[in-house]
């Protein structure tokens, strides 16, 4: 990578870590006053800007992309609905009132299937290759 | 105790002492003692991180709250699903090229290495420490309980037994014995969670039979956030999520992975594992609200749902299958805090004050110091009373408060600085302090409000200082070395 593009992509991530710490600030400040709809949402902001910050490499999310935004899309959706679905019991979901049903079929697989089983599929183009493993070895013979 | 229990938890005893000796002929340096060499394979580090993140809480206290407080419990478990996920992107690949172009053995060794500072180094050995003894003191009081209810001996001696089991194996095959068990004492985990989920909900009629019921006397404890309220439960997913990042009993096993390239299947592995193990919080503690709802059974105290369900509901077999996975759970966890915290001992601390230590004095003085620290844990353990109440809140609140920030955003994000890790340490760890003994102690009215988890305001508090000094300082050129891990 060139010294111009290292710089962009270390000016990208210092504005990602930025936004990251407004949202943890609104996090906080919403934990601490109690509005949970809020509190549970900025969370699921700060998940999102913290995988995406794992998953850059030169600057870009790459194929990531997609599936983190569809990642946060879903903890929003899953927290609106735990806050505002029915907790009638007469009117259960596989097994669950609807609002818990939201917690146990969406909150819980959804990172799952969104954000685990990705990584190990798009590693190979987006994590580490073989050519990023020899260059650290060749760094590390040099050094011996 | 049955026969059959005794006879499968003795057969699982006599296993663990032999992979200890097993492991005892590979051992042969402090790399060996320590990182197990740096030659584990990626299934062994995914179930052994699993096994280590997931401690006997999972099968003894997780059940208990959840019969207590309801579906908001579950909160703690759902994290599992996109914890590991963090680990994985936020951790393995910088840990694992960090121990290819260092000589890393612990995570103040790569606290060190990214801001160059003893000091940042020596307050993550402190704050190591302070977990590794909360985490020890209740896995070993949980060991004992196990133990004792087993084979049907005095609390005392459940402890020295399960000190004495731990301690042999940790000792003699360090973390080699300590990852192998670790593989075994999953995978006993995943068996015993899984047939007993299947049970359970088969002797409440299915969960909506259960649901039904349980509302009828108490609708608060079917909703998504159970008695707590959701300031609480939402605290507890923000915590147990994100602060899988400051976990070194999971961070320091990347440093292990023999081939990187296959870690790739290392967080579906663990997450999967750990999903599946989380059934037994969510069946046992909801047929056994069910069963005491229509009467059936009465505890006398939470903590004994899931072992009085096994007695009286679970043929023998499953029973002694249950408890066996009860004590790989709190082994598996103590066996990875004895390695810890022997190493901070004899490896952290003093080069913290620069003082280098050989290879050969690690090795020997590691070994000393997990005897140490293990039987200090038993003693702990019946002899404290409510000192280990105390203790054990210092457990994944602590290690989250003050080393995620620093390691998991410091490793990724180049303009992080030294001065941004030392002020969070110092804010995560004494604002933690500060919140949990005051609640603990009663020195000072209850300082926050009833509906907010008390650790996730050191850990917010922590990153947001993290970030904000890291800001407001000049960062420090990196050396070749680590600009090339943090770029890869």
């Known amino acids: 990578m060139t010294t111009r593009t290292q710089q962009t992509a270390d000016r990208g991530t210092d504005q990602l870590v930025g936004l990251l710490g407004v949202a943890f600030l609104m996090t906080g400040i919403t934990m601490l006053a109690g509005m949970t709809m809020l509190f549970a949402w900025g969370m699921s902001l700060v998940l999102t800007l913290c995988l995406a910050l794992g998953a850059r490499r030169q600057g870009r999310l790459g194929p990531f992309k997609p599936w983190l935004i569809a990642a946060l899309v879903v903890w929003l959706l899953a927290f609106a609905l735990m806050h505002a679905a029915s907790n009638d019991a007469t009117r259960l979901m596989f097994g669950f009132t609807e609002a818990t049903a939201a917690a146990v079929y969406l909150l819980w697989p959804a990172p799952f299937l969104l954000v685990t089983l990705p990584y190990a599929f798009l590693f190979d183009r987006h994590v580490l290759s073989d050519a990023d493993w020899e260059a650290i070895e060749q760094f590390r013979d040099q050094k011996q | ?488």
Do not use: C
């Not at chain 2, 121990?99 to 993550?124: E, F, K, W």
């Not at chain 2, 001992?345 to 290879?359: I, K, N, Y």
């Not at chain 2, 005897?371 to 054990?392: D, E, H, K, M, N």
């Not at chain 2, 917010?460 to 800001?471: D, K, Y």
């Open chain 2, 1 to 488: 105790m049955n026969a059959t229990i005794v006879t499968i938890a003795a057969i699982y005893f006599a296993g663990m002492i032999a992979i200890g000796l097993w492991a005892a002929r590979k051992t042969k340096t402090s790399e060996d003692y320590f990182v197990a060499g740096k030659g584990v394979g990626m299934w062994a580090i995914a179930l052994a991180t699993m096994s280590s993140a997931m401690s006997g809480f999972l099968f003894i206290g997780g059940p208990g709250i959840h019969y207590s407080f309801g579906m908001g419990t579950l909160m703690l478990t759902f994290p599992a699903a996109v914890s590991f996920a963090l680990a994985w992107y936020m951790l393995a690949k910088r840990m694992r090229l960090l121990a290819a172009v260092r000589p890393m053995m612990t995570v103040p060794d790569a606290i060190h290495a990214r801001y160059d500072s003893n000091l940042a180094r020596g307050l993550s050995a402190i704050a190591i420490l302070l977990g590794v003894v909360g985490y020890l003191a209740t896995q070993t009081l949980a060991m004992g309980v196990i133990l004792g209810q087993i084979f049907g001996i005095e609390l005392w001696m459940g402890v020295a037994l399960g000190v004495a089991i731990v301690a042999v194996y940790a000792t003699a095959g360090g973390m080699i014995a300590g990852i192998y068990t670790d593989v075994v004492q999953g995978g006993i985990m995943l068996l015993a969670a899984l047939i007993t989920a299947y049970l359970a909900i088969d002797v409440g009629g299915g969960l909506p039979n259960m649901t039904q019921v349980i509302a009828a006397n108490n609708p608060d404890w079917v909703s998504p956030w159970g008695g707590l309220g959701p300031g609480v439960v939402i605290g507890w997913y923000f915590v147990f999520s994100l602060g899988i990042l400051g976990q070194p009993q999971v961070a320091h096993k990347f440093y292990m992975i023999r081939e990187p390239r296959r870690m790739k299947w290392g967080a579906v592995v663990a997450a999967a594992a750990a999903m599946v193990t989380s059934l037994v919080w969510l069946s046992v503690g909801t047929v056994m609200r069910y069963l005491a709802d229509i009467g059936d059974i009465s505890l006398a105290s939470p903590d004994d749902a899931a072992p009085l369900f096994m007695l009286q509901y679970a043929p023998s077999l499953l029973a002694g299958v249950f408890f066996a996975g009860v004590a790989a759970a709190s082994m598996s966890t103590a066996d990875s805090f004895l390695n810890i915290g022997a190493a901070a001992f004899v490896r952290d601390l003093p080069m913290a004050f620069g003082r280098e230590t050989s290879a050969d004095f690690q090795f020997k003085w590691g070994r000393i110091f997990t005897v140490l620290l293990a039987v200090a844990s038993g003693l702990v353990a019946v002899f404290s009373g409510q000192l280990i109440a105390i203790l054990g809140i210092f457990g994944w609140g602590t290690f989250a408060a003050a080393l995620a920030p620093a390691l998991g955003l410091g490793l990724n994000w180049a303009r992080a600085t030294t001065a941004g890790a030392i002020a969070s340490l110092i804010v995560g760890v004494s604002l933690q302090l500060l919140l949990e003994l005051n609640n603990a102690m009663g020195w000072l009215p209850e300082l926050l409000p009833g509906h907010v988890y008390r650790a996730a305001v050191s850990f917010v508090a922590s990153f947001i200082v993290f970030i904000g000094v890291s800001f407001a300082t000049s960062p420090r050129n990196l050396p070749d070395d680590i600009k090339a891990v943090m770029n890869a």
